[in-house]
């Protein structure tokens, strides 16, 4: 049997940095990613981390942006903490080899984001989250920890109220196999494909959030999601805040700056959830384009800035809009980015499960509350991954020796026997289209309470079908119709427990905007929703928000 102290589920920069400070600790380490490191999503991100290294700006400048950011529901213990360590992380990370962007005088180049109150996101050109994972990838190669590549974590072994490992499907073997641990990590990234209309990559399925929640970890602020407000119409690929941080700017079809009349301060730079729900108004208020979409101008910069500082941009629309930015606006509308939800966890990474451990874009600690300001989840990756990975190696320290056992392996082989048996069935990437298909119709910018009450309905239908599916290719080497399955399976779970979520706040906080409940209900709703698995859906219950210095005000941009 496969034993470590200290297993890391997930290769991108959560994974690896806290699969390098458990290294550091002298723990013996291995790290089961489903994909190459390199390939992991956090290789996507354009625009930048941030850190209040400007002269004219502060860390408590940052702090309070991002308390004002996450609309109040943010823990201001974790956010101080949080913004207090960026300085040093990114200047680490710059040590590890990355290379950033520079300022004429040769100090590392910044440029404003949405919310911020000063320019204060560092970024390599717009391939920023590449630039920090090559660097990182390089640290980690030369600590050598184990790396299963391409083996896909299906459970986490709960046993004697503790984590013990995990079991996970190795896909060029076509085996299910038990790697025990005394400490498991999961940073195995973002859920966003349970939305069809996505900025996050095809492999983004939540894998590791819903396996900790099967194992009886507690979900946190599930309900609020994140939608970016400019996507490329047709394919979703991103364009980056860095555009707007430039100074490209947002038109309607009458040809207006719409952003005037909802952010009259900082109009185009207020944060996302402001700027997509301006977006969605102008479109439903009859000023979008026919086809239902806004223009992202860049013209005005010139084309020297623009394929300078926005190169991969100016790649992405040409390629797959056909559109040049230099020449001409951008057709843009909102698509589903970043889940402030996540496993549940404190400042240490710690979850309710003793031994089990989260952090980046799957964990919820959470400093991003209702509403995440950009350049702060490259930013949490580095920090809180490294935190995650300090505490894995502090608990492998004390843990007594795991045990993983062969009915956890028979267990996992029993269900993937039991779906490639049927020879009638579901095939999963119809249950697959269908749930984005509700979850992007009926739990997006805006939220209506009837809409919602028919997504649940529909997402419970679809678990029921999933109850049939069928697995059709019986290849044993990178089965890919397998791994559908196990994630359309994992992804059912964590849209029940959005939609869940979004039905008992009634309220509008950052992402969560509720058109029956227009308000911020600070006296029931200043609260962390927490979901756990149940018999029949997610039990819901509630924690309270830390609280330090900031009163909560009304957010006005
Ligand atoms: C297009 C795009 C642009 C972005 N731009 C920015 C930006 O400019 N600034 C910013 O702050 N944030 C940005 N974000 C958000 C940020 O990039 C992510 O939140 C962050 O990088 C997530 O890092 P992570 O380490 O948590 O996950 P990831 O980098 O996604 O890594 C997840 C890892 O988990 C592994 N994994 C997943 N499931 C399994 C499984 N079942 N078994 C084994 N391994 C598994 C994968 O192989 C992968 O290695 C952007 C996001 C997107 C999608």
């Known amino acids: 049997m496969r034993r470590h102290d200290v297993v890391v589920v997930g290769a991108g920069l959560a994974g690896q940095r806290a699969a390098l400070a458990a290294l550091e600790a002298k723990q013996d380490v291995a790290i089961v990613t489903k994909l190459h490191p390199l390939r992991s999503h956090s290789g996507a991100a354009q625009g930048g981390i941030n850190a209040a290294i400007g002269k004219e700006d502060s860390v408590d400048t940052h702090i309070y942006d991002t308390v004002k950011g996450s609309d109040y529901l943010g823990d201001q213990d974790a956010i101080e903490f949080f913004c ?50 090559q660097g990182l990838y390089e640290q980690l190669g030369t600590a050598s920890p184990t790396i299963y590549e391409e083996w896909d974590l299906t459970s986490v072994v709960v046993r004697d109220g503790r984590c013990q490992g995990i079991v996970a499907f190795d896909r060029r073997r076509g ?15 973002p859920a966003g494909r349970v939305y069809g209309r996505t900025t996050n990559a095809h492999t983004c399925t939540g894998d590791g959030i819903a396996a900790a929640y099967r194992a009886g970890a507690a979900l946190k602020d599930m309900e609020f999601v994140q939608f970016h407000p400019t996507a490329l119409l047709e394919s979703s690929i991103l364009i980056t805040e860095g555009a707007r941080g430039e100074g490209g700017i947002l038109k309607n079809a009458n040809g207006e700056r719409f952003m005037v009349r909802y952010a009259p301060h900082v109009q185009d730079l207020a944060s996302r959830d402001v700027v997509s729900r301006a977006i969605v108004t102008e479109v439903r208020e009859g000023r979008g384009f026919p086809g239902s979409y806004v223009h992202l101008e860049l013209m005005h ?31 843009i509308m909102p698509a589903q980015h970043y889940m402030m939800g996540g496993i549940g966890t404190n ?8 031994g089990l451990f989260a952090a980046g874009e799957a964990a919820c600690v ?21 935190q995650a990975g300090i505490a894995a190696a502090k608990h492998a320290g004390t843990a007594p020796a795991p045990e993983v056992q062969q009915s956890d392996v028979d267990a996992e082989e029993t269900r993937v026997g039991v779906m490639a048996s049927r020879t009638v069935g579901e095939e999963p990437q119809h249950l697959r289209m269908a749930m984005q298909a509700t979850m992007d119709l009926k739990v997006g910018v805006f939220r209506r309470p009837e809409e919602l009450g028919e997504a649940l309905t529909e997402i419970r239908a679809l678990k029921a079908r999933y109850d049939h599916v069928r697995i059709v290719d019986t290849s044993k080497s990178y089965n890919l119709n397998l791994t559908d399955a196990l994630e359309t399976g994992n992804m059912l779970d964590l849209a029940e427990t ?36 149940g018999r029949d859906g997610p039990v819901l219950s509630y924690a309270p928000v830390a609280y330090t210095r900031w009163e909560p005000k009304e957010r006005v941009y």
């Open 301 to 331: 910069l010139g084309k020297e800035r623009i394929e300078s500082r926005l190169q991969e941009i100016c790649d992405f629309c040409r390629t797959f809009a056909g559109v040049d930015p230099v020449v001409e606006p951008i057709p």
């Open 366 to 386: 959470s400093i991003h509350g209702a509403n995440r300001l950009g350049g702060n989840s490259l930013l949490e990756t580095l920090v809180f991954g490294k």
């Open 84 to 133: 207090t360590e960026a300085g040093a992380t990114v200047i680490e990370a710059e040590h590890f080899g990355t290379i950033f962007s520079r300022a004429p005088d040769g100090t590392l180049a910044r440029r404003p984001f949405g919310g911020a109150a000063f320019p204060r996101t560092i970024y390599a050109a717009d391939r920023t989250g590449l630039a920090l994972l």
């Open 347 to 354: 400042l240490r990474g710690e979850t309710n499960v003793p």
């Open 175 to 189: 085996t299910f196999e038990e790697i025990a641990a005394k400490s498991v990590v999961l940073a195995t990234g």
């Open 498 to 533: 959005i939609v869940a979520g979004a039905i008992a706040r009634t309220e509008s906080r950052g992402a969560h905007s509720r058109l029956d409940f227009p308000k911020r209900d600070d006296a029931t709703w200043m609260r962390h929703t927490l979901a756990s698995k």
